[in-house]
Antibody, heavy 119, light 111 residues
Framework: EVQLVESGGVVVQPGGSLRLSCAASGFTFDDYTMHWVRQAPGKGLEWVSL????????YYADSVKGRFTISRDNSKNSLYLQMNSLRTEDTALYYCAKTGDTAYYFDYWGQGTLVTVSS | QSALTQPASVSGSPGQSITISCTGT?????????VSWYQQHPGKAPKLMIY???NRPSGVSNRFSGSKSGNTASLTISGLQAEDEADYYCSSYTSSSTGYVFGTGTKVTVL
């Protein structure tokens, strides 16, 4: 059974930093591109970033480019999101999501970890 | 990258069919057959319902179907049931940011 478990969400002040983690199990982690997707309270879904199976390619939404860094450790079946220069508009539930077998969709999602940016 | 455009709400009676539209551009929906749809119940993670425009994952009811014409994709739910009441989001690969874009979301209400 595929499982994705996010952690690391806390309350942080504007301008602060945070690192989110996602522990994956139930599939061959290093076969798949992985994503972070976020959802602000009461709002819709927003794609944040992706990383290829080997970490060699990364892409970001314009809203986080230059502030967030996605990475992975295939030896630990783990995905990460380093978040710097946080803004109040980064407040959201952050989901880790697995790419589907034919690549261009998200077939499994974690339950999310809540990041609150507030003074 | 702007979000794909969906109606804010759609409603129907049990047993009826409803269709949710999702409008984008030639850089996303119109340019690729990489449209997917997600169902999200309150307080839950999104669930994949349709991928690559019209394919259903194993375990998803055949009452859900997807299609695309030009820059607009559609999700049809036939034989509407109470359990279908949820938020629905479309998504597409986009070449404008080499990433992905989601729709604005549609709340489906079963009357």
């Amino acid at each position: 059974e595929v499982q994705l478990v996010e952690s690391g969400g806390v309350v942080v002040q504007p301008g602060g930093s945070l690192r989110l983690s996602c522990a994956a199990s139930g599939f061959t982690f290093d076969d798949y591109t992985m994503h972070w997707v976020r959802q602000a309270p009461g709002k819709g879904l927003e794609w944040v970033s992706l990383i290829s199976w080997d970490g060699g390619s990364t892409y970001y939404a314009d809203s986080v480019k230059g502030r967030f860094t996605i990475s992975r450790d295939n030896s630990k079946n783990s995905l990460y999101l380093q978040m710097n220069s946080l803004r109040t508009e980064d407040t959201a539930l952050y989901y880790c999501a697995k790419t589907g077998d034919t690549a261009y969709y998200f077939d499994y999602w974690g339950q999310g970890t809540l990041v609150t940016v507030s003074s | 990258q702007s979000a794909l455009t969906q109606p804010a709400s759609v409603s129907g009676s049990p047993g009826q069919s409803i269709t949710i539209s999702c409008t984008g551009t030639s850089s996303d929906i119109g340019g690729y057959n990489y449209v997917s749809w997600y169902q999200q119940h309150p307080g839950k993670a999104p669930k994949l319902m349709i991928y690559d425009v019209s394919n259903r994952p194993s375990g998803v009811s055949n009452r859900f179907s997807g299609s695309k014409s030009g820059n607009t994709a559609s999700l049809t739910i036939s034989g509407l049931q109470a359990e279908d009441e949820a938020d629905y989001y479309c998504s597409s690969y986009t070449s404008s940011s080499t990433g992905y874009v989601f729709g604005t979301g549609t709340k489906v209400t079963v009357l």
